[in-house]
């Protein structure tokens, strides 16, 4: 059984960081792509980060994260984290990891992923 467990998420003021981590279990994920949605109250879920695993593990980031995230994967494949610095009251949402064999060029597209873990909730007050 495939599954994908976040930890990791909490409460943190502003300028604050977390760092979340996703341990996938159940089969091997060293070529699936694996990265990190998020949905806020209200709003649609949307791309946050990924690891590309046919382009050589490159990342790839949401430019409203951009220079503030970082994800990596640990050398076995089936661990991903998200470094979180300097969070903003509007990251509060809850944030999943994803996994699936995606093509390069659809790494932003939720339905792309075939695996999905249940979320960890990361609130920033102001």
């Known amino acids: 059984q495939v599954q994908l467990v976040e930890s990791g998420g909490g409460l943190v003021q502003a300028g604050g960081s977390l760092r979340l981590s996703c341990a996938a279990s159940?089969?091997?994920?060293?070529?699936?792509?694996m990265g990190w949605f998020r949905q806020a109250p209200g709003k649609e879920r949307e791309f946050v980060a990924a690891v590309i695993t046919w382009g050589g593990g490159s990342t790839r980031y949401a430019d409203s994260v951009k220079g503030r995230f970082t994800i990596s994967r640990d050398n076995a494949g089936n661990t991903v984290f998200l470094q979180m610095n300097n969070l903003k009251p509007e990251d509060t949402a809850v944030y999943s990891c994803?996994?699936?064999?995606?093509?390069?060029?659809?790494?932003?597209?939720?339905?792309?992923?075939?695996?999905w873990g249940q979320g960890t909730q990361v609130t920033v007050s102001s």
């Open positions: 159940g089969r091997t994920f060293s070529s699936y792509n």
């Open positions: 994803v996994a699936g064999l995606v093509p390069s060029r659809d790494y932003s597209v939720k339905h792309a992923y075939d695996y």
